[in-house]
């Protein structure tokens, strides 16, 4: 069974996923807090996880991978997982997702929280 599909026969997007179409967004300059002017990007199209990520999905992640846990102790497994660090992050984000996963760019998420959605 294939967890994933193809969105516009351009990105790899998987069913837990949702679809962004890929177009020129008009997104914002936070960079600089005097600079707020949106600015046009051009972004190809790509898949955003429906959910952030729970304590149980990045336990299955420590275990697998037997990395260092977040927590001290452990949280409720429906919670969001919280404190990580951006390079592990970024390596959850290989691991769930092992045929090109990756953290969002700024960019992205923007598009993404505007709801430009295909699903």
């Known amino acids: 069974m294939k967890n994933n599909h193809s969105l516009n026969g351009r990105a790899t ?3 837990c996923a949702v ?3 890929g177009k020129c967004y008009s997104v914002l300059a936070r960079r600089v807090p005097w600079k707020t002017a949106a600015h046009p990007v051009q972004l190809e199209s790509f898949g955003l996880d429906k959910r952030e990520v729970t304590v149980g999905d990045y336990a ?3 275990t697998a991978r ?4 977040p927590w001290t102790t452990r949280p409720d497994d429906a ?3 919280t404190g990580v660090r951006l390079a592990e992050a970024a390596n959850y984000c ?3 997702h092992p045929a090109g996963g990756r953290l969002p760019t700024e960019a992205e998420w923007e598009a993404a929280a505007r709801k430009a959605t295909t699903a």
């Open 13 to 15: 997007v998987w069913r």
């Open 19 to 21: 679809g962004v179409r």
């Open 60 to 62: 299955k992640y420590v």
């Open 66 to 69: 037997n990395v260092s846990a």
């Open 79 to 81: 919670m969001p997982v």
């Open 94 to 96: 290989a691991w769930r």
